[in-house]
């Protein structure tokens, strides 16, 4: 399939009333470049080898399959979120690393050892209307369609060129909606220490799924922000590789959190370069969400380490009426030193908290989530 070649999508309302239609063109998960006309060397090289294997691996009889992602939506649409993957004749669709397969201890390098499909034919059924879909280059789909649906919780089913059925959970926020929980992952609710390459590979790559160490106390902070406003919409918003979400999503299960879209990005080369940006992965999607739940006020929940005081304060100072209050755990010494080579949060952390401070938005740090939960205690934060 031409990356040259523009599809038509549904765009959500943009807070006049009016649907705007979405910038034709393929766009990754978690990317805000449109395909150019002629993509990046590092691009160009990944799909010629992706072909390659592909068209290997058809012959072979592997076939078209479904891993599915949770999904969000509004007011007459809902954004899918989805992965084309080969799989050879003798797996079913059980046993595929998918957000709703069966929780088993997988090895995350597992995960990695996929085939994408790109260019591939996705029919998805949402509520009685059926949309006629095709993966981008990296195998994904990420298209906001027309929906019927009403508020809450339902099921797109999605069926792939091959007759491979999955099922995609999406949560369709009411216009009544007034909150809702914006979560790292890394370091937020899951200690994976990823300022130090070699044990975040490991863990990533290695260890089982099963393994993961929780943040004490971070599941039920969710819980009590979620008590007095069950239907607030959950968003897992991480730099990780989509490769790893369905270990991730049976993580987050496993421990109590609550269910809720995942916002994750690609490792591999992009349209503009060799690598992505993770920074401006969150700050686009964050910037996305406001735009298109523009009723809603996010509490955003991250840790110093790294960019989420930046990026949680640049959404403060541009939208001071959508951010409800900003969560940060606070890093161990050590971790702050292998982050960026001292024991404290990094002067940038400092002035983005104060900045934050400046523009109203209350700014609550702890060690875990039980701290956390004292915070809000004390400063009255709730969902409501």
């Not at 046993?95 to 201890?105: E, F, Q, S």
């Not at 008590?227 to 987050?252: E, I, K």
């Not at 940060?328 to 952390?349: D, I, K, N, W, Y």
Request: no cysteine; net charge positive; proline share 7%.
């Amino acid at each position: 399939m031409s990356l040259r070649h523009p599809r038509r999508t549904v765009a959500p309302d943009d807070g006049a009333g009016v649907l705007r239609a979405a910038r034709p063109g393929v766009v990754r998960p978690g990317s805000t470049h449109p395909a150019a006309a002629r993509p990046h060397v590092a691009a160009r090289l990944e799909d010629a080898f992706d072909r390659v294997v592909a068209a290997r691996l058809r012959a072979r009889g592997w076939t078209v399959r479904i891993e599915p992602y949770t999904g969000y939506g509004g007011d007459g649409w809902v954004r899918v979120l989805a992965r084309t993957l080969l799989a050879a004749p003798g797996v079913g669709d059980d046993d595929l690393p998918g957000t709703d397969a069966p929780a088993r201890a997988v090895r995350g390098w597992r995960s990695f050892a996929t085939a994408q499909v790109a260019g591939a034919p996705v029919t998805v059924q949402v509520g009685d209307r059926t949309h006629a879909l095709v993966t981008d280059r990296g195998g994904y789909v990420d298209q906001v369609v027309a929906s019927d649906l009403e508020p809450g919780w339902h099921e797109v089913v999605l069926t792939s060129v091959d007759g491979s059925r999955a099922s995609a959970a999406v949560q369709v926020v009411g216009p009544e909606t007034r909150h809702g929980i914006v979560s790292d992952i890394d370091d937020t609710v899951v200690v994976t220490r990823l300022p130090r390459p070699l044990v975040a590979a490991w863990n990533v790559l290695v260890r089982h799924g099963a393994a993961r160490e929780p943040v004490p106390g971070m599941a039920e902070l969710y819980r009590e922000l979620l008590a007095d406003a069950p239907d607030s919409p959950v968003v897992y918003l991480s730099t990780g590789a989509w490769n790893a979400a369905p270990a991730m999503s049976r993580f987050l299960r496993r421990g109590g959190y609550p269910r809720g879209a995942m916002l994750m990005t690609d490792w591999g080369p992009t349209n503009t370069g060799w690598f992505r940006s993770g920074a401006r992965h969150k700050a686009a999607q964050l910037r996305r969400l406001v735009h298109e739940l523009p009723h809603v006020r996010w509490v955003l929940v991250g840790d110093d380490g790294q960019h989420d005081p930046e990026i949680y304060a640049g959404a403060a100072q541009r939208y001071p009426d959508r951010v409800h209050a900003i969560l940060l755990r606070q890093l161990t010494f050590s971790e702050h030193v292998l982050a960026h080579g001292v024991g404290v949060p990094a002067p940038a952390t400092a002035r983005a908290e104060r900045d934050a401070l400046r523009d109203g938005v209350s700014v609550l740090q702890g060690a875990d989530g039980r701290s956390l939960l004292r915070a809000i205690r004390a400063r009255g934060i709730r969902l409501d």
